[in-house]
T-cell receptor, first 109, second 114 residues
Framework: SQQGEEDPQALSIQEGENATMNCSYK?????LQWYRQNSGRGLVHLIL?????REKHSGRLRVTLDTSKKSSSLLITASRAADTASYFC?????????FGKGNQVVVIP | EAGVTQFPSHSVIEKGQTVTLRCDPI?????LYWYRRVMGKEIKFLLH????????ESGMPNNRFLAERTGGTYSTLKVQPAELEDSGVYFC????????????FGPGTRLTVL
């Protein structure tokens, strides 16, 4: 099955610092997506990177994809307290998403 | 535009009882998905509807779970009878038919089976 595995599991940083999370998966994919979940809320789609793309930017987010290593990274630059959340990578294939366990990111004001 | 809504937000039931969860997708979204996150585990796919048809229910854990999407609008997920291991957060998501994978999630229903 396609499953993302994020690393590290928990990250605590100061406001203004950058946060980097990694994700690995096991099989071929159509695309890889990152989602954020704030406490008690649903998952919010952040960014999608297709299998033929290597890097993508969206605002303060930068995602990379290395299909040869079956890995992806999400970088949040100039973090804010509002970025405190759980972040999940998910691989898309066979019309479904396969999620990793998630990273808990805490941004200290 | 309203997002995906789910009802109830929380449900606490006893083992052996029945619970029905409801999901209202974004209007016009043909794809509807159910996912579940059990405590400490990753979010797992349960099933996928395209309009009123079940496209893939390979993630459904067993026959105690029944999902429907009558008329291709809202969907229900019934658990009967509920067991302790069914506790978790049930998410619903929807997407346009050719959205390429981006899914819009509801806030989830937290189910606790005692």
């Amino acid at each position: 099955s396609q499953q993302g595995e994020e690393d590290p599991q928990a990250l605590s940083i100061q406001e203004g610092e950058n946060a980097t999370m990694n994700c690995s998966y096991k099989t071929s994919i159509n695309n890889l997506q990152w989602y954020r979940q704030n406490s008690g809320r649903g998952l919010v789609h952040l960014i999608l990177i297709r299998s033929n793309e290597r890097e993508k930017h969206s605002g303060r987010l930068r995602v990379t994809l290395d299909t040869s290593k079956k890995s992806s990274s999400l970088l949040i630059t100039a973090s804010r307290a509002a970025d405190t959340a759980s972040y999940f990578c998910a691989t898309y294939g066979n019309n479904r998403l396969a999620f990793g366990k998630g990273n808990q990111v805490v941004v200290i004001p | 535009e309203a997002g995906v809504t789910q009802f109830p937000s929380h449900s606490v039931i006893e083992k052996g009882q029945t619970v029905t969860l409801r999901c209202d997708p974004i209007s016009g979204h043909d794809n509807l998905y159910w996912y579940r996150r059990v405590m400490g585990k990753e979010i797992k796919f349960l099933l996928h509807f395209v309009k009123e048809s079940k496209q893939d229910e390979s993630g459904m854990p067993n026959n105690r779970f029944l999902a429907e999407r009558t008329g291709g609008t809202y969907s229900t997920l019934k658990v009967q009878p509920a067991e302790l291991e069914d506790s978790g957060v049930y998410f619903c998501a929807s997407s346009q038919l050719l959205a390429g994978g981006e899914q819009f999630f509801g806030p989830g229903t937290r189910l606790t089976v005692l």
